[in-house]
């Protein structure tokens, strides 16, 4: 399982005006094909009336997918532009449709390539991009007399304490980055005497803005 990547928060569009033109960018995210498509076509279906509904997506740990459509417009004038932004910004599991209501000027070959890479790069922005860290989910018991101590180094650490339970012992749920579990187990060992149970629950992704 891949640990860190790059993606796209939550859907967002952009609208732009080339040449009386209308260029209106969406993003979001998409961890299959068929969520790429649903996206595609729920854009096709807001924007019926539009002249063109181009896309692009990448999607795949080691991008192992990845599809363009011109919707119509010259040739590698749309979609591929579109699949080149994705990959210059290091994007995955992302898909991008780019709606076009023609305003009566042509645009060339080259004004289209320039239309479509800023409508999808205006999208993103508007989108925000994210890194998502894998973590483990790590839970340490210890007896009342550490709390204190604990909680208070865990609260100045980088490490984000999901919750504690209070039972017979106290237990602490806190996200680790799985790079760094050994480090942790270790920190924890010293700080308590080695009078701690750690023990990891599972592994989730955490979502950090990159700016």
């Known amino acids: 399982m891949r640990e860190n990547y790059i993606t796209v928060g939550a859907s967002a569009s952009a609208e732009i005006l080339i040449n009386k033109s209308r260029f209106i960018g969406h993003a979001a995210r998409a961890e299959t094909e068929q969520q790429a498509i649903a996206f595609i076509d729920s854009i096709k279906q807001q924007h019926r009336q539009a002249t063109h509904?181009?896309?692009?997506?990448?999607?795949?740990?080691?991008?192992?997918?990845?599809?363009?459509?011109?919707?119509?417009?010259?040739?590698?004038?749309?979609?591929?532009?579109?699949?080149?932004?994705l990959k210059k910004q290091g994007l995955k599991d992302t898909v991008l449709v780019v709606t076009r209501y023609y305003g009566g000027i042509k645009l060339g070959g080259g004004g289209l390539i320039r239309a479509y890479g800023k409508s999808a790069t205006e999208a993103i922005s508007a989108t925000g991009v994210i890194e998502r860290r894998l973590h483990h989910l790590m839970r340490v018991s210890i007896d009342y007399t550490w709390l204190g101590k604990m909680e208070n180094e865990i609260r100045q650490s980088e490490y984000p304490l999901a919750g504690i339970d209070y039972s017979d012992l106290v237990e602490l749920s806190i996200y680790v980055p799985i790079e760094k579990e050994q480090a942790f187990i270790s920190w924890v060992n010293e700080m308590t005497n080695g009078q701690a149970n750690i023990s990891s629950e599972k592994t989730e992704f955490l979502e950090f803005p990159t700016s």
């Open 53 to 85: 509904n181009c896309s692009a997506y990448i999607i795949g740990e080691h991008d192992s997918i990845q599809k363009a459509n011109d919707d119509g417009e010259p040739s590698g004038t749309a979609g591929v532009p579109m699949l080149e932004v």
